[in-house]
């Protein structure tokens, strides 16, 4: 497979860095890493997790459509 056989569709894209014992939401990683490093706190990596959201317009929604119905036309 080639970049050229790639499908791009424009999307964007959402990053939430919380703390999962004190549900804290992070504006950055510079405030995670300073809350980690802070010997006042017990925040640890294994408190932090990140959620991605993925927004995908409703154009890109139909192009990946209809190239998931072209190669479901193919494997049949």
Do not use: F, W
Not at 20 to 27: C, D, G, L, W
Not at 66 to 73: I, L, P, S
Request: charged letters at 30%.
């Amino acid at each position: 497979m080639t970049n050229e056989d790639l499908l791009k569709i424009d999307c964007t894209t959402t990053i939430v860095i919380r703390n999962t014992r004190t549900n804290k939401v992070y504006k950055d990683e510079i405030e995670k890493d300073a809350d980690i490093a802070d010997p006042n706190t017990e925040t640890t990596t294994e408190h932090i997790a990140q959620d991605l959201t993925v927004h995908v317009s409703p154009k890109g929604l139909n192009i990946l459509q209809k190239v998931m119905n072209q190669k479901n036309d193919k494997n049949n």
